[in-house]
């Protein structure tokens, strides 16, 4: 990708002022500035046509252009074998917590699921009501720290349709640093909050899926990594559009899907090759995750992970001050000096800093130079 | 709203330059030139927050005022009394197709459709699989043209749950001029390529939904404006996202919705209403189909409409050419000249010019002048 920027300088200056705003959002989260600049610079004319490419019908030679790069880039990237189909859905997420059950239930068999948070629960509730789950491991709590127990604990069932986990919960900051095994038990991934920050090898999935607001784009398109057989009739009265069988047949174009949204993930996707593909943003997401773990271990008086070390997120550093009543003078100060968006989830509290891919290393560099200052001074 | 412009003139040159393209697709379709402008400026800095409205996280609020805002103009432009709930909600008008009867069957009564035609017939077909339908009324043909029966034609059910209808149809190019009266049964409406175009009494209905890409906005999310007596538990196993009930309850907040769409509606609802509101654009959109349909009527031995001029479309000019070998040079000289994406649905073949609210009347006035001029060369 040629990142092209047309603009004037003036804007580009205020670019620069601008991007000294660090957005530690859980999502929808920071875009690449060159993915918003080239945005910018196309808004009113797409590749010479006169027209923004939210102008542009989804069925004309243009889109289709934008649909089958994005496609293209997305098997590069993550080495998506020929077997599974790529879809580009809208909606977020939670319309998979549906569209899992709904296509892959059988009427006889029971579907695995694995709860390590609030992510995991809301896929639970949802499959419940459309056949038999069960839950074969949860988060554990020991020493007040949360972990993932391991494979040898967990009660699968080896006649389940699918396993479902959460990969990475965004809430609770917990991650899966291994892979679960369940044989020829298809793994079925809620990925949204870690698609595309480490290397995952595909085959050891059956269906792959993530919402778009955190590491791929916009919210409002989520994308379904599906192995071809398991495409296949829905349970009677799905809904025509939770059916992976008629996307697939048509190449997610059975409807209008959500044009600007597919473009914006398609620039991202681009940038990302551009930038040195999953391996580079592992690598650096890798030394992110540690510059803030590894002060908060330091400030251990200060600062407190409550997630075990095995399990703690590349993507959600999730923390609180040992005394809360500190946080929001924390909060109130990161936010003058443009660290935004820090503040934990209701549920949870503390302080979360979410830094997908997006997030540069300079954004988690002054968030931990304000860590240990405000720990210096309040400690 | 006021429109500041912020950016250099000469990426201004380029706007008026580009904008002597006039985009006729159905939809997705074209935009304001202001409201692109305006999105353009924002991209990297909205509102001195130092971050595109895409970045932020749709609990914060920032993206709170934008929804709020949005629905406020909806609301004032369509005169939307205070017993409706307005829902944004991800997807299209094809999302509708099957949360109306999941949400309004009762297990017991049926529902009366009318069939005008394709997006009539898909509706239809949907609903078919939660219920029992009933075909009231279709679209009939007399002396080479379409049209509409008369109510008095219709076979209606006293007890029906509700009456569903397309007021107009893109593909066909017919539009219903007149309300159906259908008592206390409530009155379901797609109004997904005629909403904002015309005034209606929003009081005759019960739901009107409105996929966004042709008058308000961006493909990928989709305007509901349900009467609240309506709103109730859907049918069992209805998936939780597709429960009017959830939406409303969380204010389309339930799960992370379509931010960016929702932004672009918003900048387009504000557009309308400084350009003087529903009305004013009703009066151009008469304007704009007049100068095309007497224009087909006065060129008749060269051009025919298939519609009766009694429903003929205000937004989907659809026509033919008498001696169809014409066509295709009859839209590649109209690409040549700016008039792009003029070619009909590949069913009805033929020349369809859409022409929403954003259609300058510019733009129709030069594809008059072009027709006329081309049927003067060729007839």
Redesign the interface.
Known sequence: MTLQI???S??ID??E?????Y?F???????P?EV??Q??AE???WHE????I?????R?PEFKRVAEKAEADLRELMSIPKNYQVLFL???A??Q???VP?NLFDGKRSADYVDTGIWSKKAIA?AS??GRVNVVAQTQHQDRLDYIPAQDQWTMNEDAVYLHYTPNETIGGIEFQWIPQTGNVPLVADMTSMILSRPVNVNDYGIIYA?A?KNIG????TVVIIREDLIKEPLP?T????SYKLHAEHNSF????????WY?SGLVLAWMKHKGGVQAFYQQNLRKAKTLYSLIDQYKDFYISRVHPDCRSLMNVMFHLCNETLTPHFLEEAEKI?L??LRGHRVSGGVRASIYNAMPEDGVNMLADFMMDFARRKG
Chains 1, 2 share one sequence.
């Open positions: 047309k603009l004037e003036r804007t205020k670019v002022r601008m991007r000294k705003v957005n959002s859980a999502g929808p989260a920071m875009l500035e918003l600049l945005a910018q808004m009113l004319d046509t006169g027209m923004s939210m102008e542009l019908g989804h004309g809208a909606g977020g939670t319309t917590f549906s569209m709904l949802e009501r459309y919402g607001q916009q919210a409002g398109i009265k809904p025509a559009l939770y059975y409807n209008t899907p959500p044009t600007y949204s914006i443009g935004t968006n």
